[in-house]
């Protein structure tokens, strides 16, 4: 079991920025891929971020030079810097770990970015 809990939302103007965290913790080494997905209302879940154990990355084109992900092994934990955030940014940021056999996901974090 892999247990993820996402701190660093809030509420920032248009053109802010917040950096998001995601600690990890259980059984960490069947990790594969960490990721960052996000969902507004009535909105579906999207991916917004990913990263694998090489440290290789993916963005969608909607937030590709605003947001980057990053991870710090020793603290077995993963970040998203979110810059120039937009008032369509504003969604429920979940992170999510896959691992061999099972995926997993933390409660979200809540960014509202205000016009």
């Known amino acids: 079991q892999v247990q993820l809990v996402e701190s660093g939302g809030g509420l920032v103007p248009a053109g802010g920025s917040l950096r998001l965290s995601c600690a990890a913790s259980?059984?960490?080494?069947?990790?594969?891929?960490m990721n960052w997905y996000r969902q507004a209302p009535g909105n579906k879940r999207e991916l917004v971020a990913g990263?694998?154990?090489?440290?290789?990355?993916i963005y969608p084109d909607s937030v590709k030079g605003r947001f980057t992900i990053s991870r710090d092994a020793a603290k077995n934990t993963v970040y998203m810097q979110m810059n120039n955030l937009k008032p369509e940014d504003t969604a429920v940021y979940y992170c999510?770990?896959?691992?061999?056999?099972?995926?997993?996901w933390g409660k979200g974090t809540l960014v509202t970015v205000s016009s």
């Open positions: 999510n770990a896959v691992a061999l056999t099972s995926g997993y």
């Open positions: 259980g059984s960490i080494f069947s990790i594969n891929v």
């Open positions: 990263i694998t154990s090489g440290g290789s990355t």
